[in-house]
């Protein structure tokens, strides 16, 4: 993280200001950027013009650059796009439209050098269309956004469409689209994690990982957490405990893997592991019922892990597999 010091009882200068104030902004960016954090986060609904021809409409929209900017439409936006030439019978062409970060720039003065400046910097967008090359049907590739952009959308375009300008909902293709705003489903040291969980693309923000909680309606594939594991749903259920429903869930956790034990009687001590052998009691987290145990709780002996005191009926044991 970047920083600008000034020191007690000295001036100021402009351009030291200038310098901190977007060492601030710098930073806020990466951490962004950092996060995987892109694309269209909410809104950017598109439907055909009712009444203009080549054009879309296009609802509110929050959006991040791949650069960490954040982008706001607050109000819906007549898109044109078309392409700047007539493909011909039996050719077609690409046609994208993308959205850029801008500042508005306001409050235009003069410094003590009478250099003209501008004193505040807003956020605000500019919306612009690119094209691909004329190639016969079937064969036209789609064309390539600048890299801090957020794209829209692609429209495919024959002769007919170029004439008539009458696009259809199912003209306006969103397949190109980051929607949703993670470009990895779960990050480690850098790396995309491999194993049990599999990596998804640009997940909604409804996929992100949720806290498991009882009375909670779950459907197949949604992602929770619990203790120290990640879980994936396999049946659509209302939550009552996690033991009760304890095979509705599946293990998804992406450090290499995690067992869960349900304590059949009081008393038990002992659970076998069946997917690994840790080597040493650092190599693994245990809980019960979603609290972590001290290592003095339990001892390993192979793949036994053993409990000092005696679990409740019912309990949930689970153990983490960290390497």
């Known amino acids: 993280m970047r920083k600008r010091q000034f020191g007690t009882k000295k001036f100021i200068y402009a351009s030291d200001h200038n310098t901190s104030e977007n060492y601030a902004e710098l930073n806020i960016k990466e951490v962004v950027a950092d996060a995987g954090l892109y694309g269209i986060i909410s809104g950017g609904n598109l439907t055909p013009h009712p009444s203009e021809s080549h054009k879309v409409v296009m609802d509110s929209l929050v959006a991040r650059t791949s650069t960490g900017e954040r982008i706001v439409i607050s109000n819906s936006l007549n898109i044109a796009i078309f392409p700047s030439v007539d493909p011909g019978a039996g050719n077609e062409i690409w046609v994208t439209s993308y959205v850029k970060y801008a500042y508005a720039l306001n409050e235009l003065d003069v410094d003590g050098d009478d250099v003209t400046y501008y004193k505040d910097y807003q956020n605000s967008y500019s919306v612009a269309k690119t094209q691909g090359d004329v190639a016969s049907t079937g064969t036209a590739t789609r064309p390539t956004i600048p890299a801090d952009a957020v794209l829209l959308c692609d429209i495919l375009y024959d002769t007919t469409l170029y004439a008539s300008g009458a696009i259809q909902q199912s003209d306006i293709d969103i397949t190109r689209r980051n929607e949703g705003g993670l470009d990895e489903y779960v990050r480690k040291d850098g790396d995309t994690m ?12 409804q996929k992100m990982v949720m806290e498991w909680a009882t009375s909670t309606g779950y459907a197949i594939n949604d992602i929770v957490s619990y203790g120290l594991a990640l879980y994936k749903c396999l049946t659509a259920h209302t939550a009552s405990t996690f033991a009760a429903d304890a095979t509705k869930w599946s293990s998804v956790s992406g450090l290499g893997g995690a067992e869960t034990f349900i304590v059949t009687s009081t008393g038990e001590i002992s659970f076998t592991l069946t997917t690994f052998t840790p080597a040493v009691k650092t190599d693994i987290l245990v809980d019960i019922c979603g609290v972590s145990q001290h290592q003095d709780a339990f ?10 005191e005696p679990l409740v009926a019912g309990n949930t044991v689970q153990v983490l597999r960290l390497r």
């Open 299 to 308: 001892s390993l002996a192979g793949d036994v892990v053993t409990f000092v």
């Open 194 to 205: 491999t194993g049990a969980l599999t990596v998804q693309n640009r997940v909604s923000a």
